[in-house]
């Protein structure tokens, strides 16, 4: 275990479904995060909450909403997604310094999610 | 161009070699990591560096911030270093990393 979990570690879902992915950190870091690794891409940057401030991410489409209910947590919630969307969601954590720096990168082990 | 390139993509080598995996960058930084991300998807921080040079076990990391480049070396490789090593850069001006595309290794015994 990193400190930092994921469930469920599988997920299959259908295009009407409507599911959550959730995250949660035991590390005392004030910044998590959501990635979404698709097949033979890098990693792309979802969302941000850092210092309980929200960063999004522009480019991602409103069926993805992200929920961060306090430090520890974070929650991605899947509405009417496509099947282009099945990929390994990766959660992370870090601690922000507040000055633009952060430090003690921890990875989850990720959710593959297949949309049918 | 991409602001975090990796070098080689693909590496296959022998039991036993000594394995370089190179990383150059374009934007000014706070830290550079390596990370390892096994088949199945799971990815383990390796190092986070600033300056200088690292080592932990037979893994060993260098940057050099003036040429804005960092190596990932691994001695006597093992069939179980058989992953895919990505070096990622976290900004000087926000909480962002960008992550290079990946070095996929593959280690033959």
Request: glycine share 8%; charged share 15%.
């Amino acid at each position: 275990e990193t400190g930092v979990t994921q469930t469920p570690r599988h997920l299959v879902m259908g295009m009407t479904n409507k599911k959550s992915l959730k995250c949660e950190q035991h590390l005392g870091h004030n910044a998590m995060y959501w990635y979404k690794q698709s097949a033979k891409k890098p990693l792309e940057l979802m969302f941000v909450y850092s210092l309980e401030e929200r960063v999004e991410n522009n480019s991602v489409p409103s069926r993805f909403s992200p929920e961060c209910p306090n430090s520890s947590h974070l929650f991605l919630h899947l509405h009417t997604l496509q099947p282009e969307d099945s990929a390994l969601y990766l959660c992370a954590s870090s601690q922000a310094s507040g000055t633009g720096a952060s430090y003690g990168y921890t990875f989850g082990s990720g959710t593959r999610l297949t949309v049918v | 161009k991409n602001e975090v390139e990796q070098s080689p993509q693909n590496l296959t080598a022998q039991e036993g070699e000594f394995i370089t995996i190179n990383c150059s960058y374009s934007v000014g930084i706070s830290a550079l990591h390596w990370l390892q991300q096994h088949p199945g998807g799971g990815i383990v921080s390796l190092f986070m560096l600033s300056s200088g040079k690292k080592k932990h076990g037979r893994l060993i990391a260098t940057i050099n911030i003036q040429e804005k480049h960092s190596s990932l070396h691994i001695t006597a490789s093992h069939p179980r270093d058989s992953a895919v090593y990505i070096c990622a850069v976290g900004g000087n001006r926000d909480d962002k990393i960008i992550f290079g595309k990946g070095t996929r290794l593959h280690i033959l015994p």
